[in-house]
């Protein structure tokens, strides 16, 4: 079956352009994540969705990162006046409940950033 | 310091040895602890979960050790294909939402 996609698969945005980046979780999802990962480094949570409500935004960087899930199922998160430390991959990740400790969180193949 | 620690690697070993990763973490809430792997420019996949008693799936065997609040991943008779970052990872009881990742040990298995 179709797994989580993310769109673009790369966007390079000169520095103080806005970007919006796309995930499409598996279907039937109720939670989605948003992770960052920098090279060399693990994924950061960002921030996390179950239906379309955002439960836990704890890891946004600054209020330039916004992220949205209105209908409960595709999400966006948006950068505003992207700065060169925001270059990094842009992880989605969905999981049937969300709740449960043991809940595996399946991974889209990621936006890679670069700002320039 | 970082919440969940690894051996950054890399780790070069030949074909068929055995290889034990360890990572550390410091939140002592932490309640559910999982091995996912990325292969280079990929997404991370569930390897396995975590559990109190320790749990074997073919060559990989992890424990956890929560009084020292550890984790290791034990790979025996490596394959090339297992060549790749293994990153830890735990959950809180109180948000199970978030995962907290390690920053991942590379493994690389030569022929």
Redesign the interface.
Known sequence: GAGVSQSPRYKVAKRGQDVALRCDPISGHV?L?W?QQAL??????LT?F?NEAQ??K??LPSDRFFAERPEGSVSTLKIQRTQQEDSAVY?CASSLE????????Y????TRLLVL | RKE?EQDPGPFNVPEGATVAFNCTYSNSAS??FFWYRQDCR?????LM?VYSSGNEDGRFTAQLNRASQYISLLIRDSKLSDSATY?CVV?E?T??????????TTLTVKP
């Open positions: 939670s994540f992770y060399g480094q693990g994924p950061e949570f996390y179950q439960l836990d704890s890891g992880l969300g709740e449960g400790l043991q809940e595996t969180q991974f889209g193949p990621g | 969940v309640q559910s990929k997404e991370p996949k569930l979960s990153l959950r009881d948000n199970a939402g978030k995962s907290t990742f390690g920053d991942g």
